[in-house]
């Protein structure tokens, strides 16, 4: 891929810097469109953009080519000053050239990803050679000055991403580490984790709902299985499923999502068989309620009031109605414990809720519940990871203003290399 | 307004009061609501799904195939391949074979771990990680250039704050001492972060909450009691109908709850 990239880039070059050095552009016998120039022999055209090289956009899909050149010497003086540039673009170098898009005055760049030229999945086809015209437009739009064609570009795709190599070294980093405290976890170490408020008050609250003889509302919030809040309340609804089978009490759990559901259900069903009890399990204590965000907030607002449950645990992915549901619940009399990582919901669950896991401590809780070495050498893999955060924050913070303080661009050097792009 | 617009506003707004009566305690009126909105909520997402998803992604990929031939001389058979998986979730419904809708799930929930992996990372590490190194302005503080403590101090803040708050959420180590100190530190910002979102948001719902008063008033009570439009009669006679099956509501329930009672007792 590389050496083809480098080829095409070459040529590239090449085509590009033979156009730029042989013709003046107001001399080339460029009329072979329609749109070409609409020149005015009493008034002197602009000069023309130089320098103008097309390569195929690093680091992406393909599908994409990204134009790049020196500005006219009108760019915003001289005689006829140059208000815009007009990008055209051909399969072929005589033509016809068709326009792609425009930039305004002081624009040095262009990136052709998408136009007539789309294939059918709505991208521009990779692996076909182009070529390309920058037209410097005054603002009356009559009188432009073509460059130079460059050509012949193709685009293509890249396998790896130069940009997020600072990602790939990070989810390295806690790879490793995770593995490391997953061999500790499993050869018998004591990883110690501190109390979680929020989570040692679940036991409590199923005991509670016992002894009143209520049952237990678990929501999963409006999360998909994908996203990792979701995930994580998963591990914790498992756990309160399995003291709600060895206690017998009655356990809700209202979904908005089918899949969602659907591994809720295997969640809590393997559970009860943990626990025991797989006769206890019904299918019906998992079910799916609406799609609907506010839907779903009215029929869980009925639930609470009509079947008065003892606890509420809230825990996955909540959006706005995280009050209106925690307000019900409070207004039922329920003990409530809430769990998130959306940061806009937080205080709504702290402020109606008895207990609140805050962001990160809802992924805590499912490794301090289960104990299980995976997830406890990931919990630890995590809180080291913090550290590294922590200690690159400030070397970071502390090499800027040394180097600024020196005129140095070193510190600026050390910053760009945790910078992900694209 | 014409009658039919007239009387689907009317509906729009009944609907709001249902829901508003919640505020005072579940009713038959909220449970209306609430029932309606569930069914067509769901109806409305099966057709939304159908279009948006199952026909353009499956089915119009293998169109130009022979449902005998089970799709499989279509220009591109391998869009069977998610069919099928998609298929095998309906084994949720036979306890024999229930086991087998497991593998479209792990496929799921594998294939959105590992994209969500590399994107949590930079989205909330390496780029935060990038935010937090900044160059506090110094040059502020002491010479050329205007005195502005202020911006120069909240890239301190903001430094700071960011690895108290990652103190708070050190699960390895219990919450004593120094590192006690500075974790207590960090739950203090991060509340004062949580107080300033609540504010914004609560400001956001009473702008929705407005909206609906809006809607009542000028889309609905501006018009149906307006003696300039042609319906104003039948705001009154809606009013009227009201107001008639509250009282009809409240008497029914108290002969239920009266008939409940000599039940009771006899």
């Known amino acids: 891929m590389k050496p083809l990239l480098i080829t095409v880039s070459l040529l590239s070059l090449m085509t590009a810097a033979s156009f730029a050095q042989s013709d003046p552009p107001v ?111 005054t603002a009356d739009q009559t009188i432009r000055t073509p460059s130079s064609v460059v050509g012949p570009v193709q685009s293509s795709g890249q396998w790896y991403n130069d940009g997020r190599t600072p990602v790939a070294v990070a989810v390295a980093f806690f ?10 976890a499993k050869a018998g170490a004591d990883l110690y984790v501190r109390p979680l408020g929020g989570i040692e ?73 943990d626990a025991g009890r797989p006769d206890d399990y019904k299918e019906d204590m998992v079910y799916f309620l609406t799609n609907s965000q506010f839907g779903y907030v009215g029929a869980v607002n009925g639930i609470m009031l009509r079947q008065l449950p003892a606890t509420n645990v809230y825990m996955g992915k909540f959006y706005a109605e995280s009050l209106l549901l925690a307000e019900t619940g409070a207004l039922a009399g329920s003990i409530q414990i809430s769990g998130t990582d959306e940061v806009a919901q937080i205080p709504f669950f702290v402020v109606a809720c008895d207990y609140t896991l805050i962001g990160e401590e809802l992924y805590a809780a499912s490794a ?15 809180d080291y990871a913090k550290a590294a955060v922590i200690i690159c924050a400030l070397l970071g913070a502390l090499a800027l203003n040394i180097a600024a303080a020196s005129n140095a661009t070193w510190g600026l050097t050390f910053k760009e290399f945790f910078k992900v792009t694209n | 307004m014409d009658f039919e617009t007239f009387l689907w506003t009317t509906f729009g707004a009944f609907c709001t009061l249902a829901i ?170 991060l509340m004062i972060g949580f107080g300033a979102s609540f504010g914004y948001t609560v400001m956001a719902r009473i702008s929705l909450f407005i909206e609906r008063v809006q809607f009542l008033n000028r889309s609905w009570i501006q018009v149906a009691f307006d003696s300039s439009n042609t319906n104003h009669h039948s705001g009154y006679i809606i009013a009227f109908l009201v107001v008639a099956m509250a009282i009809l509501a409240y008497i029914v329930r108290e002969i239920v709850a009266h008939l409940k009672k000599s039940e009771n007792i006899s």
Not at chain 1, 72 to 93: E, K, L, M, N, Q
Not at chain 1, 231 to 247: D, M, N, P
Request: with cysteine; glycine share 8%; net charge negative.
């Open chain 1, 175 to 184: 790879g490793l580490l995770s593995l490391f405290f997953l061999k500790r």
């Open chain 1, 201 to 273: 008050a679940v036991d409590e609250a199923i005991g509670r709902a016992t002894e009143m003889g209520k049952p237990i509302l678990y929501v999963l919030g409006l999360g998909t299985a994908s996203d990792i809040s979701t995930i994580a309340s998963f591990t914790i609804l498992g756990r309160v499923a399995k003291r709600v089978a060895e206690y017998q009490t009655h356990l809700i759990v209202p979904c908005y999502d089918p899949i969602v559901m659907a591994v809720a259900q295997e969640t809590v069903k393997a559970a009860y068989m």
């Open chain 2, 20 to 189: 508003f009566s919640f505020l005072y305690k579940d009713n038959p009126f909220y449970k209306f609501a609430e029932h309606l909105m569930v069914g067509t909520a769901t109806g409305y997402f099966s057709v939304l799904l159908w279009h948006n998803s199952l026909y353009p992604n499956l089915f119009a990929k293998l169109a130009d195939g022979n449902w005998y031939m089970l799709w499989l001389n279509s220009s591109a058979p391998w869009y069977l391949i998610p069919g099928l998986l998609g298929l095998l979730m309906w084994t949720r419904f036979s306890k024999q074979y229930s086991w087998m809708s497991r593998w479209p799930m792990a496929l799921y929930i594998g294939i959105s771990a590992g994209l969500a992996i590399p994107l949590e990372m930079s989205n909330r590490v390496n780029k935060q990680l990038y935010a937090m190194m900044s160059d506090i302005s110094w040059g502020n503080f002491f010479g050329s250039g205007l005195f502005d403590p202020i911006s120069g101090l909240s890239q301190v803040i903001i430094l700071v704050g960011a690895i108290a708050a990652l103190a708070y959420f050190f699960f390895s180590k219990a919450h004593t001492g120094a590192f006690g100190g500075l974790a207590k530190f960090g739950i203090w910002i």
């Open chain 1, 368 to 382: 301090y519940l289960g104990r299980e070495p995976l997830l406890l050498g990931s919990l630890k893999a995590q």
């Open chain 1, 27 to 137: 001399e080339q016998p460029m009329a072979t469109d329609s749109t070409m120039v609409a020149s005015t022999p009493s008034i002197t055209p602009p000069a023309p953009v130089s320098s103008l090289e097309a390569k195929d956009s690093p680091d992406d899909h393909g599908h994409s080519i990204t134009l790049s050149w020196e500005p006219s010497a009108d760019d915003g003086a001289g005689a006829a000053t140059v208000t815009s540039y007009v990008i055209y673009h051909s399969t072929s170098p005589e033509g016809p050239f068709d326009s792609v898009g425009s930039a305004i005055s002081g624009a040095t760049t262009f990136t052709h990803s998408s136009a007539k030229e789309s294939d059918a999945a709505g991208f521009l086809a990779d692996y076909v050679d182009r070529y390309y015209r920058i037209d410097a437009v």
